[in-house]
């Protein structure tokens, strides 16, 4: 696939922090690309400087061809970005706001009212088009300010924390939202988030940050591999583990790590599947009780935090 | 420059305003107050013989009436002293107060529209449009220049006609408005009210709620008490030529004002402040 999004060595700074340092990425057409961290990680910060709001302090970046520093109209001409608030006229009904929107994208007037129709239907929001959004739950907000980044069907879309001020129920909503949007018209979606499991769902590759750096980038696959790499199986044992059995496992050929997860449940990286047995026949032979002996299919969750321990020096 | 786009912006921030009665409804009772309140009383209270007569015996007021400049006094010949009152209290000394309402209208839709926009966090989908610095800036300058000039000229009439209709029978004749109010009205009130807009772009640069971006810009309001302290003491009246000169002075203010403000208006200013 090829690259919509590049970005190179990117810097940015708010006065002396330093908020982006050296970033280099890209996204390809067609998938939804992950900007995943903690806040102040410079996910809305590099929204902001790849639509041509911001300057940056050093660094090159291409989006759909165009130079987000000279060409920024051009940008946002094609893009569509979700902001992290709604960010929506509270006073005015949806239709207004779509209206308002569809006129700034440069939708042409016959075309506005058949685009806004089909976009508050496939949001589920015709029956209320003409109320206050000031009326409407968070959810209905959040909804109405997708469509609104839908208006010109963009060629790329940002969501910025589209679900972290959603509760439950709505947050489930945006997500089949997101996935859809994803699968719709080649769209390609950046992703800014700091929920993990929001991440997993969703993005085809991801770029986890790190107060401003690239700490790993990759499909989750990739990034199990780059983080977390081998086989990890889950052993628990039925009632108390024989003396000196953790030590016994660490020396066993092929087995690279054994993590105690409590006293009779551990977790422990092998080289490959043909170790599976020799650990099996260990615990047995000295005498312990196997109750499960299963692959562990490693996290995002798992990774992102074994890679903010690794920069944060084991604090995270 | 788009002109779809400004005129969109301006319509948006109007259509906003619209629903905000607290900032509507000042819209509606200032001007009433000055334009229609202010001159029934004026009219009807030299209506009364008893003070017609206090008023035609009083020394000082004929004195007043004597030291008045040519410009003023040439309105006066052949009138008595409650209708010269009158001529003087309703075609000089409310022209001031007329001037307010640009002013007001003015700071109040710009506070609106440039803090009011980012007190409500309305202001990042806006930038994240395709629409340039400029026209963003200018929809929103047209959206409190426009109806801050046509409010005005509203006022202006209503205040002709009541003055007029209601002050026939005792004036005897229609006499205003006289030559003084129209620089004032077309020359002096659009100068107040881009006036206005430019110290509320400059104070919503800095200021991140509604209110006190229209606090600190109403504080302009110290130009128009100026000119209503001028008149009364007598140092300086409302000619034709003041008024002609108070407007230039006005729109150099205003120019300088709003190319400040238009410098503090772009994206990356916007979105970190």
Same mark, same amino acid.
């Given at each position: 696939m090829q690259p919509i999004l590049t970005i190179e060595n990117l810097s940015h700074a708010y006065g002396k922090r330093l908020a982006l340092e050296n970033l280099t990425l890209e996204a390809? #057409?067609? =998938?939804?690309?992950?900007?995943?961290g903690p806040n102040g990680a410079g996910k809305t910060t590099a929204v902001r400087l790849l639509n041509g709001l911001l300057k940056p302090l050093s660094g090159h970046m291409r989006?759909?061809?165009?130079?987000?520093?000279?060409?920024?109209?051009?940008?946002?001409?094609?893009?569509?970005?979700?902001? =992290?608030t709604p960010a929506l006229y509270e006073r005015l009904t949806a239709h207004q706001n779509l209206n308002f929107f569809s006129i700034l994208v440069g939708m042409p007037p016959n075309l506005r009212n058949k685009r806004i129709a089909e976009l508050l239907d496939f949001f589920g929001l015709t029956q209320r088009a003409d109320e206050k959004v000031a009326n409407y739950s968070k959810g209905m907000k959040q909804r109405l300010a997708l469509a609104r980044a839908l208006l010109q069907k963009p060629a790329l879309i940002f969501l910025d924390e589209p679900t972290? #001020?959603?509760?439950?129920?709505?947050?489930?909503?945006?997500?089949?939202?997101?996935?859809?949007?994803?699968?719709q018209d080649g769209h390609t979606v950046v992703l800014c988030t700091h929920i993990l499991s929001e991440a997993q769902r969703l993005c085809d590759r991801i770029a986890i940050l790190g107060h401003g750096h690239l700490l790993a980038i990759g499909s989750l696959a990739e990034l199990r591999q780059q983080v977390l790499p081998g086989l990890w199986l889950d052993v628990e044992l039925w009632g108390t583990p024989p003396a000196?059995?953790? =030590? #016994?496992?660490?020396?066993?050929p092929g087995v690279v790590e054994v993590v105690v997860e409590s006293n009779d449940r551990?977790?422990?990286?092998?080289?490959?599947?043909?170790?599976?047995?020799?650990?099996?026949?260990?615990?047995?032979?000295?005498?312990?009780?196997?109750?499960?002996?299963?692959?562990?299919?490693?996290?995002l969750e798992e990774v992102y935090f074994a890679l903010q321990n690794r920069v944060n020096g084991g604090e995270a | 420059m788009n002109l779809e786009h400004i005129v969109a912006i301006a319509s948006k921030d109007l259509l906003e305003v619209r629903q905000n009665t607290s900032a509507w409804a000042a819209m509606v009772i200032l001007p009433l107050i000055f334009v229609v309140a202010f001159p029934l009383v004026i009219l009807l209270l030299p209506s009364n013989p008893q003070l017609a007569g206090e008023m035609a015996a009083d020394p000082d007021l004929v004195m007043f009436i004597e030291g008045l400049p040519p410009s003023m006094s040439q309105h006066l010949v052949g009138l008595d002293v409650s209708q010269q009152m009158v001529v003087i209290?309703?075609?000089?000394?409310? #022209?001031?107060?007329?001037?307010i309402l640009p002013l007001m209208c003015s700071t109040i839709i710009a506070a609106e529209s440039f803090a009011g926009e980012r007190e409500r966090k309305t202001i990042e989908a806006l930038l994240y449009t395709p629409t340039s610095d400029r026209d963003l800036f200018l929809g929103k300058v047209l959206a409190a220049f426009v109806p801050s000039v046509l409010l005005t000229w509203l006022s202006f009439a209503v205040y002709t006609l009541v003055v007029n209709t209601v002050g026939y029978s005792f004036m005897g004749r229609? &006499?205003?408005?006289?030559?003084? &109010? &129209?620089?004032?009205?077309? &020359?002096?009130?659009?100068?107040?009210?881009?006036?206005?807009?430019?110290a509320?772009?400059?104070?919503?640069?800095?200021?991140?709620?509604?209110?006190?971006?229209?606090?600190?810009?109403?504080?302009?309001?110290?130009?128009?008490?100026?000119?209503?302290?001028g008149q009364v003491s007598g140092v300086v009246y409302l000619t034709v030529a003041v008024g002609l000169l108070t407007g230039l002075v006005l729109w150099i203010a205003a120019a300088i004002l709003m190319t400040l403000g238009a410098r503090s208006f772009t994206r990356s200013m916007l979105i970190l402040n």
């Open positions: 390809r #057409a067609g =998938e939804i690309f992950g900007l995943l989006v759909l061809g165009f130079d987000p520093v000279t060409q920024g109209e051009q940008v946002r001409q094609r893009s569509g970005v979700l902001t =992290e972290s #001020a959603l509760d439950p129920e709505a947050s489930a909503q945006v997500r089949d939202l997101i996935a859809s949007i994803g699968r000196g059995l953790v =030590e #016994a496992l660490t020396v066993l551990y977790r422990i990286r092998v080289l490959d599947e043909a170790v599976v047995p020799l650990i099996a026949e260990r615990v047995l032979g000295m005498g312990g009780r196997l109750l499960r002996l299963q692959p562990h299919e490693v996290s | 209290m309703i075609g000089f000394f409310l #022209a001031p107060f007329l001037l229609i &006499w205003f408005p006289i030559p003084t &109010w &129209w620089p004032l009205m077309f &020359w002096v009130a659009p100068a107040l009210s881009a006036l206005g807009i430019g509320s772009v400059i104070i919503s640069a800095k200021t991140k709620t509604f209110m006190g971006a229209y606090q600190l810009s109403g504080s302009l309001v110290i130009v128009v008490l100026a000119l209503i302290i």
